[in-house]
């Protein structure tokens, strides 16, 4: 494991598991503010420098379906080691597409009639969950028809939306896991809603970055390790690793402006753009050698680069959140912001669950 500056002692499981999920809740609700705004209007409404602080929304606001979708990818891997707990095993896929299924239910939409009938879960009962909150065409539509969508079987097959990525962080949180198991089982899970290489790619690529983070490795090491990892994909849809070099090497050029952000890694509406963004927004607010910036300035520091751009800010913001919980733990997460979140104590609560299931 190798140290980079300003690292701080390695946080235990259970602190990394809460931290990724508040952190990315809470850049999903910083960029939910600005999501579909350009930039011109972003500095019109909050000043020069963005949108940088909760104080700045009036008492808060709103989750997007990012941290909804992710709380049922956590249910789902929850349901699948809860089987193996008790000595059975369970598909995993299958488990994550009826939470899923049971997510589309919450969005207002007809679980399709053939789809298998299941009893409700913890989750279930949160009323929260059950607004909509602009979720992505292709998740809606991939549930809603009611085929469990795979690699060779694929639901829109032309689809490489970021509603893959944005939900794909908790499987880097299990441990005791071989990589390639933590790769597929994030790619197989995006197959159930996007059939774009792209689209599972990415998703399964994030997951290995959370994966390394909670492994013990410093933040530049994981994001090389990740981009080699992509370099050797079988049949890698080109574009990944494209943006993923890109984002590395901005990163090492310091802060860009929202407009050259754009240029340089895209809007984050697709999968490796939104990544690509959320990635570059930790790696070029990160410390070095002789800076004093604390867990909380990096993590302030990021989530306005991540969120103010043209773009799909909720997303940027809920991946780089994602990324510096799960490598800080919840020391980065600054205290004011966890007080305006949107139910806390069920992001909490599903935390737990994954806690529970991950360390008896």
Not at 174 to 200: C, E, N, Q
Not at 308 to 318: A, K, P
């Given at each position: ?15 990394r598991?809460?931290?990724?999920l ?10 939910y ?9 972003i ?28 709380l049922y ?6 349901e699948v080691l ?15 597409w009826?939470?899923?299924l049971?997510w589309?239910?919450?969005?207002g939409?007809?679980?399709?009639p ?6 409700p ?16 065409d292709?998740?809606?539509?991939g549930?809603?028809t009611?085929?469990?969508?795979t690699?060779?079987?694929p ?10 990525v944005?939900?794909?962080?908790p ?32 998703a399964?690529?994030?997951s ?37 070099e890109?984002?590395?090497?901005c990163a ?11 240029r ?8 490796e ?24 300035d990096?993590f ?22 994602n990324i ?12 004011e912001w966890?007080?305006a ?7 909490r ?7 529970g299931?991950t360390?008896?």
């Open positions: 494991m190798s140290i980079e500056p300003g690292a701080v002692a390695a946080p235990p499981l259970k602190s598991i809460h931290g990724c508040l952190g990315g809740a809470l850049g999903d609700s910083l960029g503010a600005v999501e579909f705004d350009p930039i011109e209007a500095r019109q409404r909050f000043g020069p420098a963005g949108l940088t602080d909760f104080a700045a929304l009036d008492g808060g606001s709103h989750f997007s379906d990012d941290t909804q979708l992710t990818t956590v249910d789902g891997l929850v809860e089987w193996a707990n008790d000595g059975v095993g369970a598909d995993a896929n299958a488990c994550l009826l939470a899923y049971r589309l239910a919450t969005q939409e007809s679980v399709p053939q789809a298998p009938a299941q009893p879960r913890w989750i279930d009962g949160n009323e929260v969950l059950r607004h909509r909150r602009a979720p992505e292709a998740c809606i539509s549930l809603a009611g085929e469990m969508g690699v060779y079987r639901v829109n097959p032309d689809s490489k939306g970021r509603g893959t944005k939900r794909s962080a499987f880097g949180l299990l441990p005791f896991i071989a990589s390639d198991a933590v790769y597929k089982l994030s790619a197989d899970a995006a197959s159930l809603t996007h059939g774009h290489p792209s689209a599972r790619q990415s399964g690529s994030f290995l970055l959370i994966h390394r983070l909670v492994a013990g490795d410093a933040l530049a090491d994981a994001a090389a390790t990740v981009l080699t990892e992509v370099r050797g994909l079988k049949d890698v849809a080109a574009e990944l690793p494209e943006r993923l890109a984002a590395i090497r090492g050029t310091g802060v860009l402006s929202p407009e050259e952000l754009v340089q890694l895209g809007e984050g509406w697709v999968a753009e939104a990544f690509a963004v959320g990635l570059y927004a930790v790696l070029a607010t990160a410390p070095d050698a002789d800076s004093a910036l604390s867990p909380e990096h302030r520091a990021a989530m306005a680069l991540a969120v103010n751009h043209s773009g799909g800010s909720d997303s940027t913001g809920s991946i780089a959140g510096l919980g799960a490598y800080y733990g919840q020391e980065c997460l600054p205290a966890l007080d979140l949107e139910a806390p104590d069920v992001i609560g599903m935390a737990d669950l994954l806690v299931v360390t008896a």
